[in-house]
Each structure stands twice: as structure tokens, then as C-alpha cells.
């Protein structure tokens, strides 16, 4: 018990996202206002890679995230549906060549995403 209590209201919120704030207290940054689609460990990954890297070719990033190529390809088709990445194939010879980039809306919604979890952070270490 004692480790909930130090947490406090911020901590109790995070776990569930319901509880409204303590009467008097300002309204902090919850988790469930984080944009769930980036939040996934693979497509963050997949984002903040992409962020650093002009492009990135499908084997670079099953490589650097150490995943699978399905796995790749369901988290990154998500995130080109969303409109986040851009996907680019073509053929190097005969050899097929799959190629992401990180789009405008893409860096924008990492960038509100990291604000947010700056907030989230700040806000329960501030608690």
C-alpha cells in the first residue's frame, strides 16, 4: 500500500483513466489521452526509426526492431492507413525493394505524442 500512496492521484489515474481528478487539483495529462495508434511498441519504433532516417527499406527495419516480416507489415500497413508513413516499392532488378517514410502527419503525430508523454512524466514526478 504504502507504494500507491506515494504514487498519488496521478499514478491512480494512469491506471485508470475514468477517475477524474481530485477536487481542487489541476487537470494532468492521462494515458488515455496518448495516441494509441504510435503507442504500440512496434509502431513506435517503427516511427521514432523513421524520425531519425530520411527512409528506411523493410529489411533496415525488421533488422533494427528485431522483428518479423509479418509483424512488420501489419504494424506498418496501420500506420500508412493513418496516413503516418508512406510506403514506396519498386524492383532493384528483379528483386522487389520496399522502402517507408515518415510523412508530415507522421512527424507531427510523434511529436504530440512525446509532448505528452514529457507531460505525463513531468506531471508524475511533479506529484
Same mark, same amino acid.
Do not use: Q
Given at each position: $500500500? @504504502?507504494?500507491?500512496?506515494?504514487?498519488?492521484?496521478?499514478?491512480?489515474?494512469?491506471?485508470?483513466?475514468?477517475?477524474?481528478?481530485? @477536487?481542487?487539483?489541476?487537470? #494532468?495529462?492521462?494515458?488515455?489521452?496518448?495516441?494509441?495508434?504510435?503507442? #504500440?511498441?512496434?509502431?513506435?519504433?517503427?516511427?521514432?526509426?523513421?524520425?531519425?532516417? =530520411?527512409?528506411?527499406?523493410?529489411? %533496415? &527495419?525488421?533488422?533494427?526492431?528485431?522483428?518479423?516480416?509479418?509483424?512488420?507489415?501489419? *504494424?506498418?500497413?496501420? &500506420? +500508412? =492507413?493513418?496516413?503516418?508513413?508512406?510506403? %514506396?516499392?519498386?524492383?532493384?532488378?528483379? &528483386?522487389?525493394?520496399? #522502402?517507408?517514410?515518415?510523412?508530415?502527419?507522421?512527424?507531427?503525430?510523434? +511529436?504530440?505524442?512525446?509532448?505528452? $508523454? #514529457?507531460?505525463?512524466? *513531468?506531471?508524475?514526478?511533479?506529484?
Amino acid at each position: $500500500m @504504502a507504494g500507491k500512496a506515494r504514487r498519488g492521484a496521478t499514478a491512480e489515474r494512469l491506471e485508470h483513466p475514468g477517475t477524474p481528478p481530485p @477536487a481542487g487539483s489541476r487537470h #494532468e495529462p492521462v494515458a488515455v489521452d496518448l495516441d494509441r495508434l504510435i503507442h #504500440e511498441r512496434l509502431r513506435l519504433g517503427i516511427v521514432s526509426a523513421l524520425a531519425v532516417n =530520411e527512409r528506411l527499406s523493410f529489411n %533496415d &527495419l525488421k533488422r533494427l526492431l528485431r522483428t518479423t516480416d509479418g509483424n512488420l507489415s501489419v *504494424h506498418a500497413r496501420k &500506420l +500508412e =492507413e493513418a496516413g503516418y508513413v508512406r510506403c %514506396d516499392k519498386s524492383f532493384v532488378g528483379r &528483386l522487389p525493394k520496399t #522502402e517507408f517514410r515518415l510523412t508530415v502527419a507522421g512527424k507531427g503525430a510523434l +511529436e504530440r505524442y512525446l509532448d505528452h $508523454m #514529457e507531460a505525463i512524466i *513531468h506531471a508524475t514526478r511533479d506529484g
